[in-house]
């Protein structure tokens, strides 16, 4: 009870998960519901076509039940109205324990800047389905709240609103930030500094969930795709190999305990190179349905190396 998560829900194989406003305006509202009837706080979501980004701070419910009522009754809401069956979403939902002391800020600019980075508007603030323009005193949510962000900026609120836009504003240059989704850290379902972490796993006797290193990761993702570490070294931008270094770096960065130069270094590829093919690859994936099917199948191979 009292903690904060980062959860994210994306649509099966990377499909849509809403067709149009109606659509976006029902989901807020079953949130809005949730949020509501389990004594939660929700302090910042943003809607994206294919995937949910939530700020959530849970109570005495636990998240899975929560999250698993709000996405079936999306889901079968959803399949009604567009007369369709099946799954909307991609498996189980992801959430990352934040620390709210050193992230909560940082996380909800990067929730509101993930309509920018997708580049479907230059500005956060002319984005209608983000917690952004609530922030900035635009409009009205009120299930939504923004009093522990703001908070730590100013006891003013108009001197509040005017420093979290400066900070949006000089966050929006920053791309994918892998520890909002569990890279980099000892224990991939946390965000935080050392000390909190390992007072999270004490208090829940636990061990940390130890991220893959470099060269299984890879060794995963080239086994995959039928060919060897070696073979993705060779010089030559075949479309194959392009594609499995991609699928290396998306990896690395998602999945892995190694780094982007790390895997330069193993790969003899600049950093910069594979980082931009990673991003790339994320844009592809959004738009065809083969390399989503890919990354689904891969999804489940890496995941299995940190069971």
């Known amino acids: 009870p009292g903690a904060v998560y980062h959860v994210t829900s994306r649509g099966n194989a990377r499909q849509g998960i809403v067709a149009d406003d109606r659509d976006r305006s029902q989901w807020l509202t079953l949130l809005a519901h949730v949020v509501d009837r389990y004594g939660w706080l929700c302090h910042a979501y943003c809607l994206m076509d294919n995937h949910i980004h939530l700020v959530l701070q849970v109570a005495e419910i636990p998240l899975s039940k929560v999250m698993q009522n709000l996405s079936?009754?999306?889901?079968?809401?959803?399949?009604?109205?567009?007369?369709?069956?099946?799954?909307?979403?991609?498996?189980?939902?992801?959430?990352?324990?934040?620390?709210?002391?050193?992230?909560?800020?940082?996380?909800?600019?990067?929730?509101?800047?993930?309509?920018?980075?997708?580049?479907?508007?230059?500005?956060?603030?002319?984005?209608?389905?983000?917690s952004h323009r609530s922030y900035?005193?635009?409009?009205?949510?009120?299930?939504?709240?923004?009093?522990?962000?703001?908070?730590?900026?100013?006891?003013?609120?108009?001197?509040?609103?005017?420093?979290?836009a400066d900070f949006v504003s000089g966050a929006k240059g920053e791309g994918h930030r892998g520890e909002f989704h569990g890279a980099g850290s000892a224990d991939s379902r946390i965000c935080g500094e050392d000390g909190f972490q390992f007072g999270v796993l004490q208090r829940v006797q636990e061990f940390p969930v130890l991220r893959p290193d470099l060269v299984t990761t890879v060794s995963c993702v080239a086994d995959y795709f039928g060919c060897e570490i070696e073979t993705l070294k060779k010089p030559g931008q075949g479309r194959h190999r392009s594609r499995a270094r991609a699928f290396a770096a998306w990896a690395v960065i998602e999945y892995s305990s190694g780094t982007l130069t790390e895997l330069g270094a193993l790969l003899a590829r600049d950093v910069s190179t594979l980082s931009s093919s990673a991003r790339r690859l994320e844009r592809q994936v959004r738009k065809s349905a083969d390399l989503a099917r890919i990354q689904d199948e891969l999804v489940v191979k890496l995941a299995n190396l940190q069971a």
């Open 136 to 164: 900035m005193g635009l409009e009205v949510v009120p299930w939504l709240s923004c009093d522990l962000v703001l908070g730590q900026l100013s006891r003013n609120i108009d001197t509040a609103r005017r420093q979290f």
């Open 72 to 130: 079936s009754r999306f889901t079968r809401w959803s399949n009604w109205r567009h007369q369709k069956t099946g799954h909307l979403f991609q498996g189980r939902y992801k959430a990352i324990l934040v620390d709210e002391d050193a992230y909560l800020l940082q996380l909800v600019a990067y929730l509101h800047l993930n309509p920018v980075r997708a580049g479907m508007t230059t500005e956060a603030g002319d984005y209608p389905w983000s």
